[in-house]
């Protein structure tokens, strides 16, 4: 990755960045701190994976989508250099590596006054991380994912995601868990940096009230999102804790546009209400953290009358911990129509259904919940409306990777 952005001139270094790593929160944090930034007045680059709806929405300015005509050119200036180095290095540049390439590229020809950078796997080894200091380093929610290339405990895995810290340039980190902070506390020191962590108890969350707006305050201060999940307040919380340290860093961020940012920030499939006869809810939960954030988003939004009254389509990746995911919603549960993603990585349908079926009775509901297997994410999504009615509620989720085919069932 660094030969290759030698040969195109280190377009990096002729931007700056708010760098983001995680496990869970990521693009939601992204979206709201690209958002703020927007409504300061800022031009924003906007750097994410994977794409949900279209390809092109991985690199977006001031929230639009890079265009067919200009991902061409930035390809056609990426291809010669890439084809380079991998005559140098012997071994040709990853997708993701390129398309991390031409997002600097582009960034750059439209002159980005900042880019926020979503890291695609981990950290320390991500092809993002050949930046220099950015503004700010932000580590989101960590949790146990990706454990076969990351470590299989929270330390091992925020260290990686540490990576991302760089000497003296400020760091913004969600309160994580003892094991994870420790290693997040001593790298930031390590490197002399300040370490910046939001204190809930300065939260405030409202409760939610239909499914079109959630509000909350924050240190004093009212603010309402349409990014609807139980878990969205706090993304905001700590992506205003980044813009606090932006603005000490001589960033002109004003109270308005923080609350217009917010406000006005957008992540499909993230708890995202699709339709309302019946009450259909795409989200991209693929871990066992997002499923608990689900459930707890279902809570919010159902109460308790709501429990074993969702109708699930439910799709995951064979790497994923789905037991806990499955086990994380049950109480919830009406039916499960389980499907296979597209994806080499996916469960096998019949697996997935024998394991809902295995969980199902451990609970003692395998008489009351239903599971149909069904063949691709269209057909799970339209049996779990059947199964609801017009009155019912339906939740899409396991993994990011079938949203555009869910969406495109409605």
Sequence with gaps: ?????????????????????????KGSVCAYVASVLQAAGYKVGLFTSPFILCFEERIRVNGENITGEELARAVAAVRPAAEAAEAACGDHPTEFELM???????????????????????????????????EASVICRIGLDHTDLLGDTLGAIAGEKAGIVKAGAPVVSWPQESEAMAVIVAVAAERGCELFVPDFADLSVEPLEGAALRRFSWKGRGFETRLLGSYQPFNAALALTAVDVLRGRGWAISAEAAFAGIASARWPGRFEVVDTAPLTIVDGGHNPQGAEALAASLADLLGEEGRASVDFALGVLADKD???????????????????????????????AACVREIMVEEGRADDVPVRTCGAPADALR??????GPEGCVVAFGTLYAIADLMGAL
């Excluded at 990755?1 to 929160?25: K, S």
């Excluded at 960034?107 to 950078?117: E, K, N, P, S």
Aim: glycine fraction near 8%; proline fraction near 6%; hydrophobic fraction near 50%.
């Design 322 to 352: 789905y037991p806990a995911m499955v086990r994380a919603v049950a109480p919830w549960a009406r039916s499960f129509s389980v499907y296979a993603p597209k994806s080499p990585r996916a469960l096998a349908v019949d697996e997935l």
């Design 383 to 388: 049996a779990a409306r059947d199964a609801a």
């Design 1 to 25: 990755m660094v030969d290759l952005l030698e040969r195109l001139g280190r377009p990096q270094d002729e931007l700056r960045f708010v760098h983001v790593a995680g496990t869970n929160g």
């Design 100 to 134: 991390a390439a031409v997002a600097f590229e582009h960034f750059r020809a439209v002159g980005c006054d900042i880019v926020v950078l979503e890291v695609g796997l981990g950290g320390r080894l991500d092809a993002t991380n050949v930046i220099e200091a950015p």
